[in-house]
């Protein structure tokens, strides 16, 4: 695979992956109401996710899936719905937040791995994933030489860098924890990233199939 090409790819995918999105909403949210383990399980979880869509795209089931509206619209349901669940809770947690302290034990309350599980369902339900990998990845192969090293290596870098985008973000939400201290504060704060988080689920219902 050309180095230059694959400099191309990693700039493009850079700046795709922090651009705003549920993964990395979702990070600030771990970052600002629990800690880096947390952050880093769940932005494990989102990545693990990009791998599976990364490898339906490149299997082939991304263009049946594109290709099939009635597939496509089943996952925009899917992952809509996903986030707005997301939004939901946000909301039920900042009324939460008006009677009970926001404190270490009710964090104690969920496992690690669901934590885990939250980012690899965020993930494997967003399409648009599976959008940007079907227009880009194409662009960036080399048919002439086999394309499976191409595509591990495309999907590592991705994954690296939503890895390194996700806990960095969590990371500065983290040092921004103060904010939180204030019941007000923890009230607001659920209100506006679960508004967030719904819009971003109704948004999804607006994505349309690549035109063939």
């Not at 967003?126 to 191409?150: E, G, M, R, T």
């Amino acid at each position: 695979m050309d180095y230059q090409i694959l400099i191309v790819y990693s700039v493009v995918s850079f700046f795709y992956i922090i651009s705003p999105g549920p993964a990395i909403f979702l990070a600030i949210t771990n970052g600002m109401t629990a800690d880096m383990k947390i952050v880093a399980m769940s932005s494990l979880g989102n990545i693990l996710g990009l791998f599976l869509l990364s490898a339906v795209s490149i299997s082939g089931l991304g263009a049946l899936l594109l290709a099939s509206s009635a597939l496509f619209a089943v996952t925009k349901l899917v992952g809509a719905a996903y986030l707005i669940y997301l939004g939901v809770k946000q909301l039920r947690n900042g009324k939460h937040g008006l009677t009970a302290d926001f404190d270490a034990s009710a964090k104690k309350a969920r496992s690690s791995f669901s934590y885990f599980k939250e980012g690899f369902f965020l993930a494997s339900t967003n399409p648009k994933p599976i959008l940007f990998f079907a227009a880009l990845f194409p662009q960036f192969l080399n048919l002439k030489i086999s394309v499976l090293p191409q595509f591990f290596v495309m999907t590592v870098i991705f994954m690296f860098f939503s890895f390194i985008s996700l806990c960095s973000y969590g990371y500065v939400s983290k040092s921004a924890g103060m904010f939180i201290n204030n019941r007000k504060n923890i009230v607001w704060f659920h209100r506006i990233t679960g508004g967030i988080f719904i819009t971003m689920g109704l948004g999804i219902l607006r994505l349309k199939r690549i035109q063939q």
